[in-house]
Structure formats: C-alpha cells, structure tokens
C-alpha cells in the first residue's frame, strides 16, 4: 500500500510564505513525476505544479509562476513546494499527487496516489 502524506499548510497573510511538504511511502514503491493541485470551494481541482522524476522537468500553472517553486528529494521520496507571495486566490485544499512514470501532466486524471490535502488560507 501506498501512502502519501502533505504537511505544512496553515494560514498566512497576503504576501507570505509557506512551503508544502509530501512524503511517499510505501512497500516496493518507486515513484514517477509528482505534482501539487489545488480546489477552493466551489471550483474544480486544478494543477498547480509538477516535477519529473530526475527534476529537471517542472511546470506550472500560470498564476503561480514566479512565486512557488516546486523540487523534490528522491532519496527521501519527497516533493516540496514552497510559496512565495501568497495571494488571497491562492487559498485552497493542496493535494501532493504521484504518477506511475516519470512524465509531468497536468490532468489529475494521470495520477494514482493521493493524498488527503492540507489547507492553505490566505488572508488579505
């Protein structure tokens, strides 16, 4: 069984910054590209960021780039994403996903392991 795990949400004030944990776990369990989405109340889940498997693929969605950065330590089967300039539209449910392959995608639909969100609320 495979487990992933987010940490590191809370509530910061517009212009602040937090950085997003998620450990994958699991028997026989190696990884592939693993992303960040996110879903505010009322709206659909949408991506956020991604990294391939070695790191060196990332994307973003448009209204992150410049102020989150996402990276992450295989050896530790870890991802990162750290925030920078949060905005108030930035608050959401953050959900760590991870893929079979190593190929960054940006529907959900391609992701097989989940984690159970943590919030981020971002006041203005």
């Known amino acids: 069984q495979v487990q992933v795990v987010e940490s590191g949400g809370g509530l910061v004030q517009a212009g602040g910054s937090l950085r997003l944990s998620c450990a994958a776990s699991g028997r026989t369990f190696n990884p592939g590209a693993m992303g960040w989405f996110r879903q505010a109340p009322g709206k659909e889940r949408e991506f956020v960021a991604g990294i391939s498997w070695s790191g060196r693929m990332t994307d973003y969605t448009d209204s992150v780039k410049g102020r989150f950065t996402i990276s992450r330590d295989n050896a530790k089967n870890t991802v990162y994403l750290q925030m920078n300039s949060l905005k108030p539209e930035d608050t959401a449910v953050y959900y760590c996903?991870?893929?079979?392959?190593?190929?960054?995608?940006?529907?959900?639909?391609?992701?097989?392991?989940w984690g159970q969100g943590t919030q981020v609320t971002v006041s203005s």
């Open positions: 996903a991870v893929k079979a392959n190593g190929l960054v995608t940006i529907d959900p639909k391609g992701y097989i392991y």
